[in-house]
């Protein structure tokens, strides 16, 4: 089973809609989540984190945590073409020093 | 300069070639990280430094020689590479305890 699992998309949604982007992982000891914005040809670009369960809400961006379905999600309302990007989400893991990361999913934000 | 950046931003080289890839980051940070990025796949990790010291090596071939001289500056030295090794090299830094990272532009690296 891979450590965390995206779905590669492409997502695909118009303009002002909600986009929903979904990341399980497989390490029930893990702390800390994390989504990084990759825009084509650029590096990933911090967007959110979230650490305990519940809903955390950043503008336009509501990431989700729900550790017993090892579950997370993030929600980008209002969506727009400038959101047309690949997504990461980043686990923590323990015993590791760093950040595992999932393949990302390719959101696009249609006019 | 802020954030972090790497130079040089594209990078050919034939396989016999020697180069490096360089990293400063002006956040302050005491970790730093070498990554790989290959088309459909995860980010690798290749290598952490804390504080100036490895204390993570994923592997990685010995034809790819890390360097991080103080806690501002990491390099990755380059030789004998193979075509399979043509990717987007990122590196990130953190503060130690905190797993935020902060990415650079990245090198795209070109081998011939």
């Known amino acids: 089973q891979k450590e965390v699992e995206q779905n590669s998309g492409p997502l695909s949604v118009p303009e002002g809609a909600i986009a929903s982007l979904n990341c399980t992982y497989s390490?029930?000891?893990?702390?800390?989540f994390f989504w990084y914005r990759q825009y084509s040809g650029k590096s990933p670009e911090l967007i959110m984190s979230?650490?305990?369960?519940g809903d955390k809400e950043d503008g336009r961006f509501t990431a989700q945590l729900n550790k017993a379905s090892q579950y997370v999600s993030l929600l980008i309302r209002d969506s727009q073409p400038s959101d047309s990007a690949t997504y990461l989400c980043?686990?923590?893991?323990?015993?590791?020093?760093?950040?595992?990361f999932g393949k990302g999913t390719m959101l696009l934000v249609s006019p | 300069e802020t954030g972090v950046t790497q130079t040089p931003r594209h990078l050919v080289m034939g396989m016999t070639n020697k180069k490096s890839l360089k990293c400063e980051q002006h956040?302050?940070?005491?970790?730093m990280y070498w990554y790989k990025q290959s088309a459909k796949k995860p980010l690798e990790l290749m290598f952490v430094?804390?504080?100036?010291?490895?204390?993570e090596n994923n592997s990685v071939p010995s034809r790819f020689s890390p360097e991080c001289p103080n806690s501002s500056h990491l390099f990755l030295h380059l030789h004998t590479l193979q075509p399979e090794d043509s990717a987007l090299y990122l590196c990130?830094?953190?503060?130690?305890?905190?797993?935020?990272?902060?990415f650079g532009p990245g090198t795209r690296l070109t081998v011939t």
């Open positions: 430094y804390s504080l100036e010291e490895r204390v």
């Open positions: 979230i650490y305990s369960n």
């Open positions: 980043a686990v923590t893991r323990p015993g590791y020093s760093t950040l595992t």
């Open positions: 990130a830094s953190s503060q130690l305890g905190n797993y935020e990272q902060y």
């Open positions: 390490d029930r000891g893990s702390q800390s």
């Open positions: 956040l302050g940070h005491n970790a």
